[in-house]
């Protein structure tokens, strides 16, 4: 384990949990049910997604400490169903309770011994993960969320540093799924640039890269990004998680 990287993952966890917070603090009684930008979920179900998530992230860092294994999910139906009925509750319960599920996160992960932090768990979709990277996937899952939150913030409000290791990540998700177009993605603010061609040229696609990362993960249609593609029009993208 990169003991400076990881120290580096706490503190982007810790930053994008204040972040979620700032965005959970102007929610008003009348937002529980409210629509978010994702299809499935209105407000009380997302919050209630992030607070599962943080909690099945406590049962990675317990089966690193035990050795007993605990995933972080029974099933996927399960998970479901813990969502729709957590998002029962109250949304003052539900901001609550995001503060409670994100410190026993915080403790459990951080308590871990290092060759603990390097214990081989799985991860929700089934891949083999050091416990370390559970850092990761929360940092994904406040960071995003919060702008999901739909309450002004942007991925404006990301750090380049964080921006660059989101972009790293998602390009070589979407690089290993079928159906990922062949892209070229520029950042202009940065001069950084990323692939998914698989050796073919792909389209070109530039922007800043909050923009790209707004873009990759499905949360915009691409404004403010250029496109050397057919039509001049945004390519279809697979979902990326």
Do not use: C
Request: aromatic share 8%; glycine share 8%; charged share 25%.
């Amino acid at each position: 384990m990169d003991k400076e990287l990881f120290h580096t993952h706490l503190n982007w966890m810790d930053e994008g949990t204040s972040l979620f917070a700032e965005g959970l603090s102007q929610l008003g009684a009348g937002d529980h049910d409210r629509p978010t930008p994702l299809a499935d979920w209105n407000t009380a179900q997302l919050i209630a997604h992030v607070n599962s998530n943080a909690r099945a992230l406590v049962n990675l860092a317990t089966w690193a400490r035990t050795g007993v294994e605990s995933p972080m999910y029974q099933n996927n139906d399960q998970r479901a169903r813990d969502i729709d009925e957590g998002a029962k509750q109250s949304l003052q319960f539900l901001i609550e309770d995001f503060g409670s599920a994100s410190q026993e996160f915080s403790s459990a992960i951080k308590s871990l011994t290092p060759e603990q932090l390097d214990f081989k768990v799985k991860s929700a979709r089934g891949r083999d993960i050091p416990a370390s990277e559970a850092v990761w996937i929360r940092i994904r899952e406040v960071w995003i969320h919060a702008v999901d939150l739909a309450v002004g913030i942007t991925f404006s409000r990301f750090s380049e540093p964080l921006l660059s290791a989101l972009l790293d990540d998602v390009v070589a998700s979407l690089g290993a799924r079928e159906g990922t177009p062949g892209l070229q993605l520029i950042a202009v603010d940065t001069t950084k640039s990323w692939s998914t061609a698989r050796g073919e040229k792909g389209a070109r696609v530039a922007g800043d890269e909050s923009e790209l990362l707004a873009w990759l993960v499905g949360r915009s249609k691409g404004e403010g990004l250029s496109f050397d593609a057919p039509g001049g029009v945004a390519p279809a993208l697979p979902a990326w998680l």
